[in-house]
């Protein structure tokens, strides 16, 4: 809860006005209320499984997994040249997969699943290059991964 003087702040009625106007409406419209478990997984999209994937109760990969549009389902090797990602080095291109799925969806949109983001000292710099690359990124996290900072 906030304190008296926190909540007479311009700046926190600000917030809470987009919120309100902005954000609510579209929680509301999307029933991000119902958003409670693993309802939506990859499948959800694309309508199939990746190449590789696995779900399970706790984290399942310790990859960095770039689920994308191919005429048909394959893995590329993580040991082709992948560009910008070499200057993460051995250990990132290692952990690096990038599967192709024949799912329309994906011709206009890119998954990126990464476990443990909180704990990647990397991860920033990981983000930073994708963010140059594309128009927009939504993250999507468990907050329970919080508790353990």
Same mark, same amino acid.
């Given at each position: 809860?906030?304190?008296?003087?926190?909540?007479?702040?311009?700046?926190? &009625?600000?917030?809470?006005? #987009?919120?309100?106007?902005? #954000?609510?409406?579209?929680?509301?419209?999307?029933?991000?209320?119902?958003?409670?478990?693993?309802?939506?997984?990859?499948?959800?999209?694309?309508?199939? =499984?990746?190449?590789?994937? &696995?779900?399970?109760?706790?984290?399942?990969?310790?990859?960095? +997994?770039?689920?994308?549009?191919? !005429?048909? =389902?394959?893995? +590329?090797?993580?040991?082709?040249?992948? !560009?910008?990602?070499?200057?993460?080095?051995?250990?990132?291109?290692?952990?690096?997969?990038?599967? /192709?799925?024949?799912?329309?969806?994906?011709?206009?949109?890119?998954?990126? =699943?990464?476990?443990? +983001?909180?704990?990647?000292?990397?991860?920033?710099?990981?983000?930073? /290059?994708?963010?140059?690359?594309?128009?927009?990124?939504?993250?999507?996290?468990?907050?329970?991964?919080?508790? =353990?900072?």
């Amino acid at each position: 809860m906030l304190n008296r003087t926190m909540q007479e702040s311009p700046i926190i &009625r600000n917030f809470e006005r #987009i919120y309100n106007d902005k #954000i609510l409406p579209m929680e509301k419209k999307y029933l991000f209320n119902n958003f409670y478990s693993q309802q939506l997984t990859h499948e959800y999209f694309i309508d199939e =499984d990746y190449p590789g994937m &696995r779900i399970a109760p706790g984290l399942t990969t310790n990859r960095f +997994i770039v689920v994308t549009y191919g !005429g048909n =389902d394959h893995v +590329i090797p993580n040991n082709l040249p992948f !560009g910008t990602n070499q200057e993460f080095g051995i250990v990132f291109l290692s952990q690096f997969r990038c599967c /192709c799925v024949n799912a329309s969806v994906l011709k206009k949109l890119t998954i990126v =699943d990464k476990t443990e +983001i909180l704990s990647s000292d990397k991860f920033a710099c990981e983000l930073e /290059c994708l963010a140059e690359q594309v128009d927009i990124i939504l993250l999507f996290f468990d907050p329970e991964n919080f508790a =353990d900072l």
